[in-house]
DNA sequence: CAATTTATTGAACAGGTGTTCAATTGTATC
DNA sequence: GATACAATTGAACACCTGTTCAATAAATTG
């Protein structure tokens, strides 16, 4: 680990750029051309890395999903007990962090993808399944601790999943970021009540 | 009412070709000559309805955001009970008539643009207001009649609205439709849950 | 140092973009 | 039936799109 080439250097330094660009000027508005001006190189030499856009794109969403990946791993790697852990991954699910993974202009336009692109819906299902089935895990071996209580934690991850989801749609719909911050803390209360946790 | 001019059939006409061709190609990737195509008119034609695509944008998010309050008018219209409006607005938030109302990956496409349009953002964030106020008038008065039990209605419709958000991201991303349907019922009957609804 | 591979440039490509404008057709109004 | 107005065309605009390709610069290998 750690070595890296230049190429593969300069491939993470395109998608960077990439990603930058979109946030400013939208996904689908971000052309070769302008991920080239930003790094003051020539359009060519992105081709050069990345055969097309295409696999640009497919690039940047495989870096996305991996964020999300991390937090859960981080989460595993900061905590001893499976409660704190459970405690510590509900609150960053449901919070400005999670948030700000990634950024959510990009985010949606990507998902948007899913509708016409089957190998970018493999993608996201792929993650999200992942993430679904190790929270889903994770929320069995509390119930058997009795961390928690539950009749169905299968069912309470994908209710908790699906609130996470739609907490983030709503809450950028409100433009005040304390009424962003009171509606996070809503759901996450709403969320420890659907997988029954002991305070 | 019933008399519409030329100008505003064509105009209509053009959204309605906007959107079908967005369905296909993408909402950013399609361009008014596309569109004009589809018509077999000249491009320019567009432009002379539509002074600019901004435009043409902005008309379709709003045919879109009104489709979604005709639901909430229809629910109320078709029954008299608060009891009956109440159950059949839940079940069509929750069923795939809600999903086919607009097409998901141009929708998404279009909530994407409230990250860098403030002025889309205020048309979504206005639609959202305004349907969530009146979900959560309605709960209100149910829960004066007795029909359902929860303690503040005002934060239920909060969750309501938030899981009726995530469920449709989260469906969308798998693959067969059984699942899909399956998650739909889950997560109508912790709505109803959430709103404390006698059966 | 020479040979080879890689990184990078710059010009060119055919085709698409939104938009403008004058000219033409069609449709009502007086 | 002439006049006014709206609908529609078609050509032109400058600019941007993704991609190709040969030429050059730089780094790596033998």
């Known amino acids: 680990m750690g070595i890296e080439s230049i190429s593969d250097i300069r491939k993470r330094e395109i998608v960077k750029a990439f990603y930058n660009t979109a946030i400013r000027e939208g996904l689908e508005n971000t052309s070769i051309a302008k991920i080239a001006k930003s790094l003051e190189i020539q359009p060519s ?11 640009l794109v497919t690039a940047l969403i495989d870096h ?7 937090i859960f791993e981080k989460a595993y790697a900061a ?7 459970l405690k510590s991954l509900l609150h960053s699910m449901f919070s400005k962090d999670w948030d700000a993974l990634f ?17 970018i ?14 929270f889903s895990l994770l929320l069995q071996e ?16 994908h209710h908790v999943f699906s609130l996470v989801d739609g907490t983030y749609f709503y809450i950028n719909m409100l433009s005040d970021e304390a009424s962003q911050m009171e509606h996070l803390l809503m759901s996450e209360a709403l969320a420890l009540e659907i997988i029954g946790f002991k305070k």
């Open 103 to 119: 950024d959510d202009g990009v985010y949606y336009s990507a998902y948007a993808m899913v509708f016409r692109e089957p190998d």
């Open 79 to 85: 905590h001893d007990s499976k409660s704190e852990v």
């Open 64 to 70: 996305c999903l991996e964020l999300y990946l991390q």
């Open 121 to 134: 819906r493999d993608k996201f299902s792929k993650i999200h399944q992942t993430l679904r089935s190790k």
């Open 142 to 157: 509390c119930l058997s601790s009795g961390i928690i209580s539950c009749e169905e934690p299968e069912v309470a991850a």
């Open 45 to 55: 030499l992105i081709i050069h890395y990345f055969k097309s856009k295409d696999e």
